[in-house]
């Protein structure tokens, strides 16, 4: 019975065009829907509320099991540890490093197209999405991973974990689990490695891996060898398969609208990254990332307090927060239903809200517009097989998706 509810519900987040029309008149009529023990919020306003309230709903009870290589943030509730470790990794990640980060993805995305550029296809998943983000995580983060092969399968599995639906996780966790041991006993040689390299009189390269481990070394800071691990882990997983399928879902929802497509095409063309930008973060509202996010209501609480609709919570309810929804109302966004690439990018709720809020969401917002202002340059990009190829999953994560372009003759 699991498995069944949990193959529905990954179905049903795969039909972005359902969801809404089904949320649209929910929205309407049942914003706040109780169902037994879950609760359902679909207007932006319940939404940001509750992102909102962190003391009341909670994430770390449906996220910490999800964490197969350890505690980290988003397994956390408000706590001195979650403040001190996001504080840690806003020491290592630093605004000014988006540059490189742009400057890698345009890099990357480059040698992939120059080799398909001849042959006219490529697999949007396995040539791109996948690559560029791995890369980064290589060369930025410092992560190279054994090989390109493990480290793909080790960030899709482990990632999976956490954003797999169901409430029955215990076949991934399983899995998950052999693949947390295989990266954390990767990162354990990688980081003895790097610890003799940082104490040696070279000059070892500056990677968030590194700075890290440079604060380890500061006695001061007593920053143990865990920490450093447990978080370089936790930014290899999530630093990689959101940018990969929100990558993937944003391209086929810009190749499958013929305005947008033909308007994200004359951007890229001009080299106008921040409006390729909203192309491609107008597109994911209609085919999202995460349609709903989960927390926990931990003790009786109301909703809406002393507003019209005010609505009582009972202790342990789950709370569904359908993001998609509220990036669908008509009270926070202008004419929502139609395609319009001049929003505020701040405004999306693609990345939460709160204290939860995507910690590497610049770091997306670098390596995605620049990804697909190379894409989009492709001589007539299409979806293959006249325009219907679908996209492949394998659970929630995705696989494939192959694309035809018009090949250019060589020089
Ligand atoms: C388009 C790509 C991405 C999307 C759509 C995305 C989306 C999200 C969302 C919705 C959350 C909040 C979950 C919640 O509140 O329940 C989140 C949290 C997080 N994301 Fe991302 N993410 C993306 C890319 C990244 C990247 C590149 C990194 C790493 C560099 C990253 C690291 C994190 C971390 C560490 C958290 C937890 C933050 C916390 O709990 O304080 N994400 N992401």
Redesign the pocket.
Known sequence: MASVTASVMQRLMRKPRLLRLIFGVLRRFRPILKIRNAVLILRHEDVTEI?ERDDDFT?AEV?APRMACGR???G?DRSPQ?EAE?GL?REV?LPDDLDRVAELAGRFCDQQLDTARAQGRLDLVRDIAEYV?RNIVAEYFGVPGPNQHDMAIWQRKLASLIVDPSPDTSGLKAEAARYAEALNGYLDDLIEERLQQLRGPGKPPDNVLNRLLRLHLTPSREIGKDVVKRNIA??CV???A??TK??TLLVYQLLSMPDAREGVRAAARAADVEAVKHFAFEA?RFNP??PI???ICPHNTVIRANKPGATPIRGGSKIMLA?LSAMFDGEAYYLPDRFKPGRAIGGY?????????????Q??EA??PMTVMKLMRLPNLRRASRGKARIRYDGPAVIGLPLEFDPEAPA
């Open positions: 992102f994430l996220m980290f943030l988003l956390m979650y996001r990794l990640c983000p936790g930014l999530t630093g990689t959101p940018v929100a990558m994911l990332l995460f996010q989960p927390r993001t709720l693609h990345f939460g809200h709160g204290m939860h809020e995507c910690f590497g969401r770091i997306a390596q995605i």
